[in-house]
């Protein structure tokens, strides 16, 4: 409905104002009425503290139900994907935030191709949504795409192990990733320190594309730039997840009570967990959903249609070839072309 | 770019909050720097003062370069089509205007169907954006399509004329329709009140869908209810335009200098132009275009694509029907089906 504060607020006497500089209100009052949908995903091994991870970010308990494998079970596990959502608000904004979950993944002795079931499961949804909307009701589609997807990387390898860059390099045209180092309290300062620099060289060396925050404009102020920039430099995000209160300096804090002192989640100087929840939900999270939905579904599109064009010439071809002779080698050319596709 | 503003006012301290209530901001910021367009037609006889009425609801020039018909050329002229588009900015947001203008419509002596043109230039725009929409490259579509059409009523008829009818009929389904009763100046309060509501009366009676405001949400405090109702009470809008500024009562204000008066166009008790401007700016633009691209557009569309499948259906049959011998009836029914569609 329309709003009157906005016909309050510039009075009939501001005569050389015509009034669509209320454009922006139009739209924000309308994303509000229609609510938000996020999809985050998160992937590596079992342990690394996923779940706590995403329940600390949210504030919220998606995993009630989950019930832990043993060793046994583990062993004949595939990798599986799991979905939760949950309905949250906050100060009249609802969002429904969706979990894909990949338990099994990289837990079994031989891992190869193992992120093949989760490059699927981002690539059905991309589907589903191309179907859905070339089709002819396209009121009240469900947009189940993965807007994001937080890799794991255990604090114990050096730097990349060979999955986790066999995953990034066969996710990274399908999905935003973002990395984050787990489990970080294991780490001293410096540690994370040399840990994140040679991940980061890791990933530029292996060609892996991860999610690029949108560059500064021009006109922003140095101490904007200067936090953009520490948020370059923090990836991978060093995290420490913990759904326990504990009581550090009086105060009620997340964290972890070791024999040795509390670790807060929500301390800059203990972790980034700070930094990774500002960047996904308070600056970030619609240039994730711009992205995925200009990017990566564009690709996935664009690939679609391209193949379905090739099928269709391909059809033809086989169709009339029998009745027009044509010379062998152009035949072989046409054979070769279709082996590269 | 991410805002730190954002950062700051939700400080560490507010241990309870994601911070997803951000999200209406990212949504708005985004929009602001992406900027906005609107396109606007304007239908009506000649001499309704529909040129005046668009500078004066943008304060700008729109028609610098507009020359006049002179009696002789108006007859041999058809309606034709034109668009102006300026670009204006405004409090740091910026609009990409466009103002599609129909010269010719009803200016003939013999006016059947003159709303075809009309009616094909919308239609056009729609399947333009289908081609760019199922394409491969649509970063970059520019999208004509027609948001909302002010539909200019002569205030010397007796409420609606044929014509009118006629223009509302066959476009009411294309695109969003705003009927403005035109040059109100020529009309006492009395007038305009008893022309308006036989104008309500009579796109009632002739099943007429002009644009419908949204409805209020329930919980919208009595005020805003109110307001709303006058709005809707306002149907059509009496206009007044003027490019000139007349001095009244000590202040200089956009009017008409008459020897009996002074007309106002922003004085709310001499006519609607601030009512009109106020919904189609400041509190509907954005309403305006979502209907055009989830309503009137998905029409379009979706008729297209009927159509489209029919016609395949139709070869398929021609195709293979002399293969196989039918029963005359029936094949009778297939054709009576085709002559209705």
């Given at each position: 409905?329309?709003?009157?504060?906005?016909?309050?607020?510039?009075?009939?006497?501001?005569k050389?104002?015509?009034?669509?500089?209320?454009?922006?209100?139009?739209?924000?009052?309308?994303?509000?009425?229609?609510?938000?949908?996020?999809?985050?995903?998160?992937?590596?091994?079992?342990?690394?503290?996923?779940?706590?991870?995403?329940n600390?970010?949210?504030?919220?308990?998606?995993?009630k139900?989950?019930?832990?494998?043993?060793?046994e079970e583990?062993?004949?596990?595939?990798?599986?994907?799991?979905?939760?959502?949950?309905?949250?608000?906050?100060?009249g904004?609802?969002?429904?935030?969706?979990?894909?979950?990949?338990?099994?993944?990289?837990?079994?002795?031989?891992?190869?191709?193992?992120?093949?079931?989760?490059?699927?499961?981002?690539?059905?949804?991309?589907?589903?949504?191309?179907?859905d909307e070339?089709?002819?009701?396209?009121?009240?589609?469900?947009?189940?795409?993965?807007?994001?997807?937080?890799?794991?990387?255990?604090?114990?390898?050096?730097?990349?192990?060979?999955?986790?860059?066999?995953?990034?390099k066969?996710?990274?045209?399908?999905?935003?990733?973002?990395?984050?180092?787990a489990?970080?309290?294991?780490?001293?300062?410096?540690?994370v320190r040399?840990?994140k620099?040679?991940?980061?060289?890791?990933?530029?060396?292996y060609?892996?594309?991860?999610?690029?925050?949108?560059?500064?404009?021009?006109?922003?102020?140095e101490?904007?730039?200067?936090?953009?920039?520490?948020?370059?430099?923090?990836?991978?995000f060093?995290?420490?997840?913990s759904?326990?209160?504990?009581?550090?300096?009086?105060?009620?804090?997340?964290?972890?009570?070791?024999?040795?002192?509390?670790?807060?989640?929500?301390?800059?100087?203990?972790?980034?967990?700070?930094?990774?929840?500002?960047?996904?939900?308070?600056t970030h999270?619609?240039d994730?959903?711009?992205?995925?939905?200009?990017?990566?579904?564009?690709?996935?599109?664009?690939?679609?249609?391209q193949?379905?064009?090739?099928?269709?010439?391909?059809?033809?071809?086989?169709?009339?070839?029998?009745?027009?002779?044509?010379?062998i080698g152009?035949?072989q050319?046409g054979?070769?072309?279709?082996?590269?596709?």
């Amino acid at each position: 409905c329309w709003p009157h504060g906005e016909l309050r607020r510039f009075s009939d006497q501001d005569k050389e104002y015509v009034g669509f500089a209320t454009l922006p209100n139009q739209v924000h009052r309308k994303s509000v009425k229609k609510g938000f949908d996020f999809t985050l995903m998160v992937a590596g091994e079992s342990g690394l503290g996923k779940s706590t991870l995403v329940n600390s970010l949210f504030l919220t308990d998606l995993y009630k139900d989950r019930r832990l494998l043993n060793a046994e079970e583990r062993i004949t596990q595939t990798v599986e994907i799991t979905k939760h959502t949950v309905d949250i608000e906050e100060k009249g904004v609802k969002l429904k935030l969706t979990i894909v979950d990949t338990p099994g993944f990289g837990d079994a002795v031989n891992n190869t191709e193992c992120w093949k079931p989760v490059a699927d499961y981002i690539d059905q949804q991309f589907e589903q949504y191309f179907r859905d909307e070339s089709g002819l009701n396209r009121k009240n589609i469900q947009d189940n795409r993965v807007h994001c997807c937080l890799y794991f990387i255990s604090p114990f390898g050096h730097g990349l192990r060979p999955l986790d860059v066999e995953f990034m390099k066969a996710l990274h045209e399908k999905v935003n990733i973002v990395p984050v180092l787990a489990k970080a309290d294991t780490l001293t300062p410096m540690e994370v320190r040399r840990k994140k620099i040679k991940i980061r060289e890791e990933i530029e060396q292996y060609g892996i594309k991860i999610y690029q925050f949108p560059d500064c404009d021009s006109d922003e102020d140095e101490d904007f730039k200067q936090q953009d920039q520490e948020l370059k430099d923090s990836i991978p995000f060093a995290v420490i997840g913990s759904n326990t209160v504990v009581e550090a300096k009086g105060k009620r804090v997340r964290g972890r009570l070791y024999p040795w002192g509390i670790v807060e989640v929500e301390n800059q100087s203990h972790c980034d967990f700070i930094k990774l929840r500002n960047m996904l939900v308070r600056t970030h999270m619609q240039d994730l959903k711009d992205v995925t939905r200009e990017t990566h579904y564009e690709n996935y599109r664009a690939h679609c249609i391209q193949s379905m064009t090739r099928m269709v010439v391909k059809e033809r071809n086989r169709k009339y070839a029998p009745r027009r002779p044509r010379p062998i080698g152009q035949h072989q050319t046409g054979q070769g072309r279709t082996g590269r596709t």
